[in-house]
């Protein structure tokens, strides 16, 4: 069965600073991937989602994924972090034909001043 | 907008009473989610219906049920609830295809006492 993994739990990074979360999924068909973002208090909404039509995805609130098929990974970043970007955030991957979604264990991320 | 829509926000119950959680979309999506999501552990599926009367167990069912009657309206039912059921519970609704986003609910706090 497909399945995605979130390594680290927790992220933490200086506001301005690279953002680097990370998503490996397992699968050995071309698998359709999401990220999708927790602010406190809040419901789930969906930053960037993979189509198959580019390798780069760009998402809203200046994030961006890459899609590497050698690595099997769809890691999300941003190049300047900001307070607001403090949130949890889950990859996601549709796992069958009838359109299961299964979530990864979610990343927090922490932005210091 | 889509709206997914939970009947709750906070519920207290107490142990051994069967709980329903409603949720109801409103843009005839044909698949529909319950997850549970609990610190350090993501969100977890725990039924999935793909289309009415039509359901699929995730990967924590033990303990719950599910009904899908009308496309709409996608009940998760407790039928004995005990303090390990405690916990955030998200609905989520996504139109049948291959790279359709799940939209969420804004979930609910179910404490079992």
């Known amino acids: 069965a497909q399945s995605v993994t979130q390594l680290g739990s927790h992220v933490s990074v200086s506001e301005g600073a690279l953002v680097l979360l990370r998503c490996n999924y397992s699968?050995?068909?071309?698998?359709?991937l999401f990220w999708y973002v927790q602010y406190p208090n809040q419901g789930l909404q969906l930053l960037l989602k993979?189509?198959?039509?580019?390798?780069l995805v760009k998402g809203i609130n200046g994030f961006e994924a890459e899609f590497k098929k050698s690595e099997t990974s769809f890691h999300l970043t941003k190049p300047s972090a900001h307070m607001s970007d403090a949130a949890e955030y889950f990859c996601?991957?549709?796992?069958?034909?009838?359109?299961?979604?299964?979530f990864g264990q979610g990343t927090t991320l922490q932005v210091k001043p | 907008d889509v709206k997914v829509t939970q009947s709750s926000r906070y519920l207290v119950k107490r142990t051994g009473e069967k709980v329903f959680l409603e949720c109801v979309q409103d843009?005839?999506?044909?698949?529909m989610f319950w997850y549970r999501q609990d610190p350090g552990l993501g969100l977890r599926l725990i039924y999935f219906?793909?289309?009415?009367?039509?359901?699929e167990k995730g990967d924590i069912p033990e303990g719950y049920s599910v009904s899908r009657e009308k496309k709409e309206r996608f009940s998760l039912i407790l039928e004995s609830a005990s303090t390990n059921q405690t916990s955030m519970y998200l609905c989520?609704?996504?139109?049948?295809?291959?790279?359709?986003?799940?939209?969420f609910g804004q979930g609910t706090r179910l404490t079992v006492v």
């Open positions: 989520a609704s996504r139109l049948q295809g291959t790279n359709t986003e799940a939209f």
């Open positions: 993979y189509t198959s039509a580019a390798t």
């Open positions: 699968s050995s068909v071309p698998p359709y």
């Open positions: 996601a991957v549709i796992t069958s034909n009838t359109g299961k979604l299964i």
């Open positions: 219906s793909y289309d009415v009367k039509m359901k």
């Open positions: 843009m005839d999506h044909e698949n």
